[in-house]
Each structure stands twice: as structure tokens, then as C-alpha cells.
């Protein structure tokens, strides 16, 4: 199959090079958890540890973000990445992404899935808005590797989108 997309500029295939981890970011409703599939995922401080996490404008978790004041990140390897498949597509009326997953709730009632690499538990510290995304800043506050391994790297040919 060919790719009909014209060739990314320069400043995109650069872009591109800069590596991202594949994280599954999660954040508590009334109705339950939402999630969504987070590649620009940064520690951002040591104390307390920080980490910033981007989140498109459009995307409607940012306002659950928002008004959870809490979001967890379950961080995916190769065993793991499977999970993320329920996250991109359109699912049956009355079905999750979270559904025929192991769950674990974290010490603040975050869900994170129990077959990942590691996950984070995290408290909005602050967010700044740049461009199309909101980069939310969070404290964490209870992170677990539940087994060695090594996360999931993603390199883009187009830096300029996902």
C-alpha cells in the first residue's frame, strides 16, 4: 500500500526524531473512568516528582482533567501495548476501552491497568496552554513498576501531527 500524504517538511521528519513513550492517561468521572492514548508524557521535576502531560484542545478528557483535579498514567511496554487498541477506534454502543482489561485502583481511586509496566498516580499542579494543546503539569503521588522491563518508544515520520 502506498502512502498518498505528501512528504513531511523538514521541520517535520526533525520533529519526528524526537522520541515519545506511549502511555495509557486515565482520569476518574461520575461515570467512570475516561482515558486516552498519551505519547507527550514528560518528568518535568525530581521534588516533588513531576510530570507534564499534553493534551489536545479538542480532546474532551481535558475537561474531565480539569474537573477531576487528578489523572493516572499506566505506562505501556511491548507485553502491554495491546491495550491502546480500544482507545483508537469507535467502540459498540454501551462498551469501554476499559472493558476485558485487568484493573487496579490506586491508593486515591485512579484506575490504572493492571497489565502495564508501571503507572503513576498524579495531582494537577498547574497547565499552561501552547498552540493545540494544554500542557498539565502533575504531582505524583504514587507510582508502581510491577515488573522490569523496558517502555514502549514511538517515533513519528511526521512531527507535525500524530
Not at 140 to 153: M, N
Request: with cysteine; net charge negative; proline share 9%.
Amino acid at each position: 500500500m502506498t502512502d498518498s500524504r505528501p512528504d513531511p517538511s523538514p521541520l517535520a521528519r526533525a520533529l519526528g526524531r524526537i522520541p515519545c513513550g506511549l502511555f495509557l492517561a486515565t482520569v476518574e468521572t461520575p461515570d467512570g473512568p475516561v482515558g486516552f492514548v498519551a505519547s507527550f508524557v514528560q518528568q518535568v521535576g525530581f521534588e516533588p516528582p513531576t510530570v507534564a502531560l499534553a493534551v489536545g484542545k479538542a480532546r474532551g478528557p481535558l475537561e474531565a482533567l480539569r474537573s477531576s483535579g487528578r489523572f493516572a498514567l499506566s505506562v505501556l511496554d511491548k507485553p502491554s501495548s495491546g491495550i491502546m487498541g480500544g482507545f483508537f477506534k469507535p467502540l459498540p454502543e454501551g462498551q469501554t476501552p476499559f472493558d476485558g482489561h485487568e484493573l487496579h485502583r490506586t491508593g486515591s481511586g485512579s484506575t490504572v491497568f493492571a497489565s502495564a509496566l508501571a503507572w503513576l498516580d498524579c495531582t494537577v499542579s498547574g497547565e499552561h496552554e501552547t498552540g493545540d494543546h494544554v500542557v498539565v503539569f502533575g504531582v505524583v503521588t504514587e507510582g508502581v513498576l510491577q515488573r522490569e522491563g523496558d517502555p514502549s518508544v514511538h517515533l513519528r515520520s511526521n512531527g507535525l501531527g500524530y
